[in-house]
């Protein structure tokens, strides 16, 4: 009766039972197994010592009296006692001399237990190798008895191990074997440690809800020895939520039931992450952290504070006997938790070892170091984490984070000579190490989205880059995706679900097309950068956002603003920095070098060699107006590099293939030195509309880095006149004359026309065709043939 009561977790009666079996126990096989039971209790209570000065007392007797059996199970038990109390070698040591007696003795179920205990020592070593093989091992012993509630504890270790090294298929499909095992007639104490580790499996995933249904369930069966540990991953589940609230009171739980320092380090882990999220003070508390995670040789618990003390002293919230210099410490504590990571990886064989650095924490922890190796090749002479010269710290950092990798930096793939350029990849630097909201303007397909992911990079935020297209979604999707929506807020809302703004916690947000939200999506995003709180649609409680705002858009807000399209509040909240992106037609001196770096993607890509361009299509390339920018321009390599025969890409290999590139070969210079600008005819005086379709506007000034060309010699019969002198038709005349056919003549003023208005237009079709004095569809028409992109029609 003690031992099922014991199985059935009903403790105080297993005591009872076991007092009185004891009592009236007259032979020595009866009293040693009460003397079992009693002593079992006491490690449910976590008396370690008194447990193993019991179990030792108990071997002697049992071995005394020639009891084998019941000696092999107190030699384990105080192996048990050993290992909960830290001293790993030597209850190792007595569970390997009890694995060698119980296998020569055939006694399976002193086998299968010490198998059971010598896998958590080297779990808790870290050997996971060993580990895994020993559980895997002992359940096969375990299968053989027959003994349900072994088994199912011990799969729920091994489901526990595989979730650490970030197995998380195989976890589940173990967790899936527990419960078919289990069946109904398991206790259901027993079943808290399997629905323990779905709730962790869930919340790795990010399922927060279904974390918290398997929680339910285990609180449900009282938890058992798991409460506290139960507490613990309801208090992850809240934060992860944005719930501080519930937070605080699962955190306060979980410490109530703490006793050792593992579950101690734990719980001072979860009150620095929600100070943190609070906005509060967290570097006293993630101090505390450390130094228990220390005591309890926690490598993962150790790492995730140094993590969060990197943090802490990046904000200048330092601990009390911290360093005065808040940025070395922030550096030594990166070096520290990468150190650990590196650590753990070394042990582990290289599928298991990519797999445990996709988890979330190591995912996190690589762009903290992949935003370190950045800016300690941006700044050589310093470093944005620790400021000073010749940092040896940083470069230890840069050094070990050059392991082979496919991702390139993103300031890195900005790749170009022009000036404006030049200074927008100045200003990225200078405004990624603030937290400031910066609005990037720019066309479409000018690399707004590589500007915000330099931006991240830069910054050296530990949360990941989270996008939306706001142009993508309509109003209440929009809302919904951005700010999460609790379960039955609307139809088809059947469960919780977090925002991109909780999702990006940490990290950076960035919002591409913001021109295009609604008015009500306005005020909701006005709100978050005013007092950094949201709400979920349908939800009550605030919820705190630690998140950097980059936006993007092609539109002219400031146009839309005195339009009343778009609030004068928020307008000017977003706009704290603006960056301009350059189209390609303004710097057509790039094109080659962008070219040659898209090719080599490509090459990379499809894992051949990089084909070049030849002299012909380079030339060609870089007077083309390219009005879908370097979007367009890749689109016309890709293809291109596709029907290429050899190394080298040649013109016609973009007129025959490409749509929209058909007359490319007319922008090849003719015999005549004419044409100095990418797409547009020279020496014809531009015309551009002011306030309408006929109104003329002076000439406007070319850039320095295009230089116009000669202008062609005048024939005989043109009286001799400079070129500022000359009509736009007798210079377009001249280079009739000088070998431009009139029809490529007029079908590239047309296309320059049609391409300034857009321009002007903002890409807009219908104003467009103001502008030129043409009907809309026709223009449309044009558009299409011509291949301009990033238009709208209305």
Sequence with gaps: MAELCCKTGDLAAAKAHAEEGLAGAGEIATRLQARNILGKLLLTQQAWSEAERHFAADAWEAARAGEHVSELRARLNRAIAQLSSGRLDEARAMLSAVLD??????????TGYALTNLAVIAHLKHEYPEALRLFERAIGIFRKIGDKVALVNLIANLAELRLQLGLLDESEQALAFARKVAGPGIPGVW?????????????????????????????????????????AVAARIALDDGDLLLAAQMIKAARAEARSDRHLAEVALLEALRARAAGEPFGQLAAEALALSRKDHGRERALEAHVLLHHASASG????????????????????????????TASLPPDIARRFLARRLFAALGRLEASARVAAEAEPRGCELCGSSACAGCARIAARAHRPSTVVPAIK?????APALLSLLHQVEKVGASDATVLIHGESGTGKELVAEAIHEASGRGGPLIK???????????????????KGAFTGAAARRRGRFELAEGGTLFLDEIG??????????????????????????????????LCATHRDLRAMVARGEFREDLYYRLRQVVLEVPALRQRPRDVPVIAAAILERIAAERGTAPKRLSGRAISALSRHAWPGNVRELENALRAAAIFADGEVIDLEDFTANVEGLRDLEALEPASAPMTPRAGMLPAIHAVEPSNGPRSSAPERAEPESHPRSAPVAPSASVAPSSPVDRTPLELAYAHVRGGVSLSDMKREIERECIARALDESRGNITRAAVLLGMKRPRLSQLVKQYGFGGTSED
């Design 191 to 231: 079943i808290t440690h399997v629905a323990y580790v779905a709730a962790q499996i869930h919340l790795e995933r990010g399922r927060t809800q279904e974390a918290g249904d398997e929680l339910r369930a285990a609180f449900a069966y009282g938890a058992g020895p798991k409460l506290g540990e139960c507490y």
């Design 516 to 549: 295009d939200i609604s008015p009500r999506t306005q005020v909701a995003l006005l709100r978050v950068l005013q007092d950094r709180t949201f709400e979920r649609v349908g939800g009550v409680t605030p919820l705190r956002a630690n998140v950097r705002i």
């Design 413 to 417: 793939r900005l790749v170009g000579t």
């Design 317 to 344: 919230d330092r601990p009390p006997r911290a360093p005065d210099d808040d940025a070395a410490a922030a550096r030594s504590h990166l070096e520290a938790a990468i150190h650990l990571r590196d650590r753990i």
């Design 468 to 486: 939306v297209n706001c142009a993508a979604l309509v109003e209440t999707l929009l809302l919904s995706e951005l700010f999460g929506h609790e």
């Design 101 to 110: 007696d119980g296998e020569r003795r055939g006694e399976r179920a002193a």
